[in-house]
């Protein structure tokens, strides 16, 4: 059975600062890896997927790799603002269904 | 397009009573997924849809759950004799075909069961 752990479970950095938050799966057996931002009450939008044959992907400030073998995603956030705050979710697909972490949860403090 | 939609955003609803919740997945998207999110967790599968046959249904689906996809366009799930422990965040999914494609996410439907 697929299991996502994500570590820290809460973040809070200063402004402007680079961050990495951590994924891990213990199924390497997976389509792709998708990264998700939820902000309070809110759904799911997606940030980043990476392909399992892909080693990272980019978007903006955002840059999120796989090592499928090792079973670990990091996502990076260079120059961190205000408006980044929020939880940050990491799903692995195994064809069928996304098997998600708990979640970190990033404050960014101005 | 605008997205996945889904209808009510909140529900809040007596111990014992039926409630229905729809979504409707991007126009062009195959598959259809539902989802459970309970505070501080990440979402937990509940099933999906390809086009309107039901593939996959997650044994936290009791069998006061029942959903639906007619015609594989928008979907439906109800909760029957809802109890306090089905309060929680759905979610709905849609992608075209599965594992290599990205998942977009509607807003949710929150429900409180009081």
């Known amino acids: 059975k697929q299991e996502v752990t994500q570590i820290p479970a809460a973040l809070s950095v200063p402004e402007g600062e680079n961050l990495v938050l951590n994924c891990s799966f213990t199924d390497s057996a997976i389509y792709n890896l998708q990264w998700f931002r939820q902000d309070p009450g809110k759904g799911l939008t997606s940030l980043l997927l990476i392909q399992s044959s892909q080693r990272e992907q980019t978007s903006g400030r955002l840059n999120a790799s796989l090592d499928k073998s090792s079973g670990r995603s990091t996502l990076y956030i260079a120059a961190s603002q205000p408006g980044d705050s929020a939880t940050y979710l990491c799903a692995v697909d195994g064809g069928n269904k996304l098997v998600f972490g708990a979640g970190t949860i990033l404050r960014v403090k101005s | 397009d605008t997205g996945v939609s889904q209808d009510p955003r909140h529900k809040i609803t007596k111990r014992g009573q039926n409630v229905t919740f729809r979504c409707d997945p991007i126009s062009e998207h195959n598959r259809l997924y539902w989802y459970r999110q309970t505070l501080g967790q990440g979402p937990e599968f509940l099933t999906y849809?390809?086009?309107?046959?039901?593939?996959?249904k997650s044994r936290l689906l009791s069998d006061r759950f029942s959903a639906e996809r007619p015609k594989g366009s928008f979907s439906t799930l109800e909760i029957q004799r809802t109890e306090q422990g089905d309060s929680a965040m759905y979610l709905c999914?849609?992608?075209?075909?599965?594992?290599?494609?990205?998942?977009?996410f509607g807003q949710g439907t929150r429900l409180t069961v009081v």
């Open positions: 849809f390809q086009n309107e046959a039901q593939l996959e």
């Open positions: 999914a849609s992608s075209y075909g599965g594992g290599y494609t990205e998942a977009f």
